[in-house]
């Protein structure tokens, strides 16, 4: 079982923050903790276990975080620790400094170096997305990451926005994966990382050829499934935002035995096939579904989903949710 749900709320108020201070020692590693909320704290966790590599979601009101270098001493686990902020605020205190981070912002911590944390958010959302793992799997030489330890990097756009969209996505689907997803999950985790780090040192050539060719097959999956419904988007158009040729996009595509002009075509197809298949949306007509999607043709569009799927888009509107299980994909119940 890859994924573990843990609530601080199956015991009584009073016992609430010893639970949670056994299980974040138990899941992450042993630090001395404080909360406002010490005598009724609500908290939640979701953790998602790669093997060396752990993701986890979490939620509370308020909670202070100091690794002294005491603990260090007494156990150190050696890993990497990136968090992600989702909401809330926090703070980060190294050698006397203080950094606030706010919602969308990236942080990478030491286990082997002391810091003070400290986060205030919803404890009805998740706060957070931390991601732990052995210092020697990030595909960067030490000094490299080590340089920008504490330092706010920003989530919401560039490799840092790709990155944290990756982790929300690992955390929202995270009951979704099996056993052998494990060694997808953990590369491509570890190459986004890493070029995250990269980008923001400009040190790119540090990394190895995959994980450049990971990182930036990533960034272009996230702008193409952004720009899905701009009928202008082209292959020379994505080729060019990259800053790359078309023809090393047609290489990196051939490599999944498709070309760039049919693999925009086939995820246009599959969000209108989504679209068709969602109750709610029964009121929008097929063409405006179409268009929405980037297909200026509703003859074009008709011809293509019946060759791809077997079916019209109207006869596949019409089919009960069990029936589109047999189908090439799978219905939206």
Known sequence: MLVTEFSTEVVAASERFALWEGATEQSHMRNRLRSNDHNDFRARMRVLDLAEVQVAALAYSHLEIARTAKLIRQSDPEVYLINYFLGGEGIVSVDGGDTTLRTGDLVVL??????LGGVRADPDSWSHVTVQFPR??????????QSLFAVPISGRSGMGGVFARWLTDLNARAHEFTPADIPTLTSVTLDLLASVIARCLEAEESLAPETRKTALRTRINAFVEQHLADPAMTPQTIADAHHISLRHLQQLLAEDDTSPAAWIRHRRLERCRLDLATPHLNARTIQAIAEHWGFTSPTHFSRLFRDTYGISPRDYR????????????????
Do not use: F, H, I, V
């Not at 030491?110 to 810091?115: A, G, L, M, T």
């Not at 019409?318 to 119940?333: I, S």
């Open 110 to 115: 030491d286990s082997s170096r002391p810091y």
């Open 136 to 145: 020697g799997l990030l595909p960067l030489p030490e000094k490299t990451a």
């Open 318 to 333: 019409n089919l009960p949710p069990k029936a589109c299980a047999n189908r090439q994909q799978p219905c939206a119940e």
